[in-house]
């Protein structure tokens, strides 16, 4: 059975009809980086709160840039796209509580670190610091809900990346890492036209923007049969995100869990998503069905998909198709 994944996972990821996709992982720790890194892309989502949810203390400049740096060397020549802090909600430090009465609402990603500039600039130096030793860096904001915060964060990384090349760049010239943000709140889907200008790429975290668009509690057991990112209104903002990223150029991918469930995955081929990311667990699996599919098929199916009624509706369209492959 290893044998059989093992190999699936050296294939690469061309549908039948020749269509080439790019399947990235997300990570959090190095020791993810060390499975996927020949296999996978690159990286699509790096969860940097994850070594900082393994210290007691926030981790300094150097410890951050060594860590960041060592992911940048493991893909080398691969993208790794690192997300800064991101951390409330069900993310919490031990050494940094919040104490709130709804926390998916409250001071999560960007909101709390827009308020702590000394941790946002302490984080953005060390990733720009390794940034100077490895091309292969690009960072993306979390939480993102409106232009005042691409801005404020952005002139944070202004500030972050003048001071990096002024005390460690030695009159070098160096290519900046591109900027992108999440699309995750559902405010941020309607200001795209404004996100396009201010920014290189979007990712879309499929976890939270099913969680607000439904308002659903992702973590909440009791509304779990609510929670699904097959829901027609998930399915129609994916369409969406997707068709304006067509009209302004600017490249998405998606990084939440939908990207490495079967039919998740298959409902954003059929919408024209090109650019996966995934736990590395999920790779094999969606390797293995990407090779089985067409992709000139599977966008057929695009006005059926958009126009399911319900989430069952879409299950069954996209099981349908799933089974007629065998
Ligand atoms: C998401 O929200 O889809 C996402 C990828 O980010 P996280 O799961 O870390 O919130
Ligand atoms: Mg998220």
Redesign the pocket.
């Known amino acids: 059975m290893n044998a059989q994944i093992n190999q699936e996972l050296q294939q690469a990821a061309v549908t039948i009809d020749g269509h080439s996709i790019e399947l990235l992982v ?1 990570a959090g720790l190095s020791t993810d980086a060390g499975r996927a890194e020949s296999v996978a892309d690159g990286v699509g ?1 790096y ?1 940097t ?1 994850v070594p900082f949810l393994l210290q007691n203390r926030f981790p300094s400049e150097t410890e951050q840039y060594q860590s960041y740096s060592r992911i940048l060397a493991s893909y080398h020549g691969k993208t790794v796209c690192m ?1 800064t802090l ?1 951390i409330g ?3 919490q430090l031990p050494y940094f509580p919040i104490h709130e009465e709804n926390p998916f609402l409250g001071w999560r ?1 960007i909101r709390m670190t827009l308020d702590h500039p000394e941790i946002f600039l302490l984080q953005c130096r060390a990733m720009y610091r390794a940034a100077l030793e490895y091309s292969n860096l690009s960072i993306m904001l ?1 939480m993102i809900s409106s232009i005042q915060e691409v801005e404020q964060a952005s002139a944070l990384l202004d500030r972050a990346w003048n001071e990096i090349i002024e005390e460690f760049g030695s009159g070098k010239v160096f290519q900046r890492p591109a900027l992108g943000v ?1 699309l ?1 709140v559902p405010s941020a889907l309607l200001i795209l036209p404004e996100l396009a200008e201010h920014v290189a790429f979007w ?9 607000y668009l439904l308002a659903v509690d ?1 973590n909440n057991k009791r509304v779990s049969n609510i929670y699904s990112s097959c829901h027609p209104a998930v399915i129609r903002s994916l369409d969406f995100i997707r068709r304006e990223s067509q009209r302004f150029n600017i490249p998405v991918s998606v ?4 990207a490495g469930d079967p039919l998740g995955a298959i409902a954003l081929l059929v919408l024209g998503y090109q650019r996966l ?1 995934m736990s590395s667990f999920n790779l094999a699996r969606i390797k293995y069905l990407i090779r089985r599919v067409s992709l000139t098929e599977l966008q057929c199916l695009r006005s059926r998909l958009l126009a399911a009624p319900s989430t069952d509706a879409v299950n069954t369209l996209l099981l349908d198709y799933v089974e007629q492959q065998g």
């Open positions: 997300n989502l969860r709160e997300r991101d909600g069900d993310k990603g979390p999440m995750e990712s879309v975290g499929s976890n939270d923007l099913t969680q992702r990084c939440g869990e939908m990311s």
